[in-house]
């Protein structure tokens, strides 16, 4: 009996020796608490961890509190990166860019338009002459500018547009502007402000009919060449021919109103053709028939004519 005994013993040590050896390999704590007591062992899980948690049996660990793995849940940014819902919101974008201010447009007037116009025939988009108004040759002009530097071809002359325009152009000059008349009136000369004045500025090439410091018309004009000027100084018209023809030059010169020698205010068909690419043979030329024949009617034998620059 003695024997048996000490043989069961050995053998329920050699077990409990066996499971010992499983339960380190499985990663536990062993703690004998029982002195040669091989079999009233008890196994004790890590600090930290509770019996029946999902950490204890494979070495996991619960998540962080306050997060959330799963799919929609929990952190956004991680929820975000885990799903791909949510990146687009997650992520900021940048602000589209606005669109160029429109500075003119079709049926704009004005010296604006002119100096557009003026810069557009420098760089060769443009034959007409300028005129001032936004028309449809204008807005074809912008557009083959638009198209051949890859803006968008709107016709429309925006901000985009007109920087990269004066980038490549130089200031046109008043007559680059004006090349066909039109132009402002420049103040008029202390001679001019009193009585019945036909006061002509070669400086801003204009012509005001004015009585008594009151200006009733204004009008573009042309003058001579350099080898034929207009005189300058104080005159009278002395004669007045409607249909007049020049004796030296064969030209038609109607609505001639002379004021000093051969030299008359009148309307000159060329200058209309042509603007101020040419000039007179020292006449005070009118391209606007409507309007001298108008002043024609007014202006008096006697009334003043002050020519001054």
């Not at 929990?74 to 975000?80: L, N, P, V």
């Not at 402000?193 to 004015?210: E, N, P, Q, Y």
């Not at 000093?260 to 606007?288: E, I, K, L, T, W």
């Amino acid at each position: 009996m003695r024997i048996g005994g000490i043989g069961g013993v050995g053998r329920a040590g050699a077990a409990a020796a066996a499971v010992l050896a499983l339960l380190a390999v499985s990663g536990c704590e062993v703690r004998d608490t029982g002195a040669g007591t091989a079999g009233t062992g008890t196994r004790t899980a890590p600090a930290g961890t509770g019996a029946g948690t999902a950490g204890t049996g494979a070495g996991r660990h619960r998540a962080p509190t306050g997060t959330d793995d799963r799919p929609g849940k929990g952190d956004g940014a991680r929820t975000g990166a885990s799903t791909g819902t949510g990146s687009a919101s997650g992520r900021a974008t940048a602000p589209s860019e606005p669109p160029a201010r429109v500075l003119w447009s079709r049926g704009d007037s004005g010296r604006a338009v002119r100096a557009l116009q003026a810069r557009l025939r420098q760089v060769g988009w443009l034959a007409a002459v300028p005129n001032g108004t936004y028309g449809p040759q204008t807005e074809r002009a912008v557009k083959g500018f638009q198209g051949r530097r890859g803006l968008p071809a709107t016709g429309r002359a925006d901000t985009v547009t007109w920087r990269r325009l004066v980038a490549m152009t130089r200031e046109p000059t008043t007559w680059e502007m004006y090349p066909m008349g039109g132009q402002p009136a420049g103040p008029p000369d202390a001679h001019c402000l009193t009585g019945r004045v036909l006061c002509v500025d070669k400086t801003s090439r204009t012509l005001r009919w004015m009585i008594d410091g009151r200006t009733l018309s204004t009008m573009s004009v042309r003058f001579g060449t350099q080898y034929t000027p207009t005189r300058e100084g104080e005159f009278q018209v002395y004669w007045k021919s409607r249909h007049h023809v020049s004796t030296l030059y064969h030209t038609a010169m109607p609505y001639a109103m002379f004021f000093s020698g051969g030299q008359a205010v009148h309307y000159s068909a060329d200058f209309a053709a042509r603007g101020y690419a040419g000039g007179s043979h020292g006449c005070v030329n009118v391209r606007d028939e409507a309007a001298i024949a108008r002043l024609f009617a007014q202006v008096k034998v006697g009334d003043k004519v002050v020519v001054y620059r």
